[in-house]
């Protein structure tokens, strides 16, 4: 009798009906409804450009759809998550106070695999400028245009959900490799815009994988030190940025980058701090716990 009183009270509740509506499979569900947004986008943004658009309308379409993943997690979040806010989850990435040690840390990191690079390429550069940005004004707007068309755009649906999703059933280090593999894929059709054919072109998809899956690895390590999306949007950032501002051989700057990236990777692996990659117990259950009503 108590058992169907109990069965009552939460049908009553609302309790039941939310979790007959919520997804079974809500990272695969978001994976794929992100690539379906992000297809037509994408080719729009084909268009326009063979169309001669004016550039800014090239680059705005371009920023719309980068925000792809996050149309597709502010569609399905009543399914995810009922009866909460997206409004308010959003606003819960970023209100952990962010730590200087930290992001002075990744930022070290990343200002160090730029100049590597750098001198690298300018070692072996015929070309007159090493830079492709010749002044303030157009650095200023290639690191806006960069942040509003990648980090901003990416990081609340790849980062601030699926991962923190899959962390609830994996480790933080499995669920950054199936995260990364995804978050790659989907980049699938911006492969076949850099003019590679051949053996050159799939030497490039493997060393952007590489590059991708390493920085969402060292994306969860720094993220689950500070718990704030303000981390791996600077990653992303930076990741986007320096790559584009050198003028060199597009798959030797992504070979470099894969190379040093996946080092980093494998360095926060062995070491491991505060165990924010595997072996912590408590990181699932802080996941869990942070979004529960």
């Known amino acids: 009798m108590r058992a169907l009183l109990n069965l009552r009270n939460?049908?009553?509740?609302?309790?039941?009906?939310n979790s007959e509506k919520k997804?079974?499979?809500?990272v695969a569900s978001f994976i794929v409804l992100t690539n379906i947004i992000f297809m037509p986008l994408f080719c729009l943004v084909g268009a326009i450009s063979m169309l001669g658009f004016p550039e800014?309308?090239?680059?705005?379409?371009?920023?719309?759809?980068?925000?792809?993943?996050?149309?597709?997690?502010?569609?399905?979040?009543?399914?995810?998550?009922?009866?909460q806010s997206f409004i308010q989850f959003v606003k819960d990435k970023f209100k952990n106070k962010l730590k200087f040690s930290v992001i002075l840390t990744v930022i070290m990191i990343q200002?160090?695999?730029?100049?590597?690079?750098?001198?690298?390429?300018?070692?072996?550069?015929?070309?007159?400028?090493?830079f492709t940005i010749t002044s303030w004004g157009m650095l200023f707007y290639f690191f806006i245009k960069n942040l509003l068309a990648g980090p901003f755009g990416e990081e609340?649906?790849?980062?601030?959900?699926?991962?923190?999703?899959?962390?609830k059933k994996h480790s933080p280090l499995t669920a950054s490799i199936i995260i990364g593999f995804w978050w790659g894929m989907w980049h699938l059709p911006l492969w076949f815009t850099t003019g590679l054919v051949g053996l050159d072109l799939i030497k490039?998809?493997?060393?952007?994988?590489i590059a991708l899956m390493s920085t969402k690895i060292i994306m969860t390590?720094?993220?689950?030190?500070?718990?704030?999306l303000i981390i791996p949007i600077i990653i992303h950032q930076f990741f986007n940025f320096f790559i584009g501002l050198i003028n060199g051989n597009l798959l030797d700057l992504i070979m470099y980058n894969a190379i040093f990236y996946l080092?980093?990777?494998?360095?926060?692996?062995?070491?491991?701090?505060?165990?924010?990659?595997?072996?912590?117990?408590?990181?699932?259950?802080?996941?869990?716990?942070?979004?529960?009503?």
Not at 23 to 26: C, N, R, S, W
Not at 159 to 166: K, M, S, V
Not at 221 to 228: E, S, T
């Open 221 to 228: 390590a720094f993220y689950n030190l500070n718990q704030n």
């Open 111 to 130: 200002a160090s695999i730029f100049l590597m690079i750098l001198t690298i390429v300018s070692r072996n550069s015929e070309v007159d400028s090493i």
């Open 10 to 17: 939460t049908f009553l509740s609302g309790d039941y009906m």
């Open 156 to 167: 609340i649906g790849w980062r601030g959900f699926a991962q923190i999703e899959l962390q």
């Open 56 to 83: 800014w309308v090239f680059d705005v379409m371009l920023c719309i759809s980068a925000w792809s993943s996050t149309f597709a997690f502010a569609i399905l979040f009543k399914k995810i998550y009922p009866g």
């Open 23 to 26: 997804l079974k499979k809500p």
């Open 263 to 293: 080092i980093v990777a494998v360095l926060l692996i062995i070491i491991n701090p505060k165990k924010v990659l595997y072996g912590k117990e408590d990181t699932n259950i802080m996941n869990v716990e942070q979004y529960m009503v």
């Open 204 to 209: 490039y998809i493997l060393f952007f994988m």
